[in-house]
């Protein structure tokens, strides 16, 4: 008698933590809301057929880390583009969240002016944390705008070091100090791990060789990476490609090729240049680089984690 209540007290236990581990894997995800490079598309300036669609507007690269169950999201950069993804994160959720964090990855322009919407301008925000590397918040400590969010507590200026992990609910979110043209901060990617899965985002880098970690080995680490594919090859713009340096699309399947499918296939490209031929669904080499496993972040996927 005795043993199957027990049995049927585990049964209940199980069922119960099944549901819970099924409810969260459902309530944490990742939102892809901007694949652009920082000038977005259209891009100012060009007359180009990449430009001229209105109707293939895309904004600058960003993620939502969405946490239903705390009714909460975070974002990883404030783009320009960032009153339009607003509303793309609140179209693709079924209940209501309100925008937690935000993790600034560096000072280009593409990474963090969205903050100015936060002010009196624009939403007028409350206390909201940003999240900032040593030297980034005194680059917005010392300049204005930037300076009177903080002033009027639109927002919330919060420390953050490379290789140490961040716990926000259901997130934990590590900073990686990546090697980039720095003039104005210094430069990271993050790690985000939910419940179940995990993620790298590293829209901006100067080239691989220069990190001191191995591209290869940080994917295995998680599920899904979201990396840097601005450029596909050299020659890609009008001006010398190693003033403005990225690992070209080329060069990193170059480094990943050796890889199983099942790493390969956790490679998704972001933060494109409006020049890139990749864009273009029906490229070739995009398609043939599907074939190979890799991923084209594409605004509206949403991943479980
Ligand atoms: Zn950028
Ligand atoms: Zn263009
Ligand atoms: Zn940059």
Redesign the pocket.
């Known amino acids: 008698m005795g043993s199957i209540v027990t049995s049927k007290k585990w049964r209940l236990v199980a069922l119960l933590s099944s549901v819970t581990f099924f409810a969260t894997a459902q309530e944490t995800s990742l939102l892809v809301i901007g694949i652009m490079q920082d000038g977005g ?3 100012m300036g ?1 007359l ?1 057929s ?2 001229k669609d209105m109707r293939q507007r895309e904004f600058v690269s960003s993620i939502a880390l969405i946490d239903s169950a705390n009714q909460v999201y975070h974002l990883l950069d404030a783009t320009p583009d960032i009153a339009s993804q607003f509303q793309l994160i609140n179209q693709s959720l079924s209940a209501t969240c309100k925008l937690g964090s935000i993790f600034l990855t560096h000072a280009h322009v593409g990474h963090y002016t969205g903050l100015q919407f936060l002010g009196r301008e624009s939403m007028n925000a409350s206390h909201v944390p940003v999240y900032t590397m040593p030297r980034m918040e005194r680059f917005l400590t010392d300049n204005g705008p930037w300076s009177q969010l903080i002033r009027l507590n639109n927002i919330q200026l919060k420390a953050q070091h490379t290789d140490q992990p961040i716990q926000l609910g259901n997130f934990q979110i590590t900073p990686l100090l990546v090697p980039h043209r720095d003039e104005f901060s210094e430069t990271v990617g993050y790690r985000v791990k939910g419940p179940r899965k995990s993620f790298l985002f590293i829209p901006d880098i100067d080239k691989w060789e220069r990190w001191e970690r191995s591209l290869a080995a940080e994917i295995q680490k998680v599920d899904y990476a979201f990396i840097d594919g601005t450029f596909f090859a050299d020659g890609e713009v009008n001006r010398p490609m190693r003033e403005i340096p990225h690992p070209f699309i080329s060069e990193t399947i170059a480094l990943l090729d050796s890889l199983p499918r099942t790493i390969r296939e956790r490679v998704y490209f972001t933060h494109f240049n ?2 890139n031929p990749l864009l273009n669904p029906t490229n070739p080499d995009r398609i043939s680089l599907e074939k190979a496993g890799y991923h084209f972040a594409t605004t509206g996927t949403r991943l479980a984690l």
């Open positions: 598309r259209p891009q060009c180009k990449c430009c409006h020049t």
